[in-house]
């Protein structure tokens, strides 16, 4: 990071559900592995509990539920595969928030992704939607200790961008990250 980026207040962005519209394959991919492994019903409105948290801990408390045998970690890379598909192809980045991106990005001001979503999956949406033209440095949940609601991501994103984290100005549009984003 270019140190003379990284003065004046940065910003770091939750993104799913806040610079993008990524809840629909968010739930889609769940449904869709949750039905692989005989969970036939699973709702909107069962999925809306898990919003802002990773999917490692959403597929914790669901293999829990449902009696599901199967590893955490093949429920994760099951759903992540599912996602990935969905999410190059078929996001949407919500139209004023590219607009924020983009104004910041043309003021210099240094911008970060914090997210819960896989690495992998961080990267896929921001291609599929052109915001990796602006958005370069992203955390995911899983190269953290610990997941939102603690400050982990944010924190790493601040050290990536090389700035304090009360330097940061974090945009986020669920009670755990708004949690996360306090601490």
């Known amino acids: 990071m270019d140190s003379s980026r990284a003065q004046g207040t940065s910003v770091v962005f939750d993104l799913d559900g806040t610079l993008v519209d990524s809840e629909p394959n968010a739930y889609e991919s769940a449904r869709l592995l949750l039905a692989r492994y005989g969970v036939a019903e699973f709702t909107w409105e069962q999925n809306a509990r898990f919003l802002g948290i990773s999917n490692r801990e959403a597929l914790t408390v669901l293999r829990a539920e449902y009696g599901i045998e199967a590893p955490v970690d093949e429920l994760v890379?099951?759903?992540?595969?599912?996602?990935?598909?969905?999410?190059?192809?078929?996001?949407?980045?919500?139209r004023e928030m590219r607009v924020f991106v983009?104004?910041?990005?043309?003021?210099?001001?240094?911008?970060?992704?914090?997210?819960?979503?896989?690495?992998?999956?961080?990267?896929?949406?921001?291609?599929?939607t052109g915001l990796d033209a602006y958005l370069t440095e992203y955390v995911s949940a899983d190269e953290v200790a610990r997941g939102k609601p603690e400050p982990d991501v944010f924190l790493e994103a601040a050290r990536r961008l090389g700035v304090a984290p009360a330097d940061c100005v974090v945009v986020e549009d669920a009670v755990p990250g708004a949690a996360a984003a306090r601490a």
């Open 77 to 94: 890379a099951g759903q992540d595969a599912i996602y990935l598909e969905l999410a190059a192809t078929s996001t949407e980045a919500f």
């Open 102 to 128: 983009e104004m910041l990005h043309a003021h210099g001001v240094a911008m970060a992704v914090a997210s819960g979503s896989s690495r992998a999956a961080i990267a896929a949406v921001l291609k599929g």
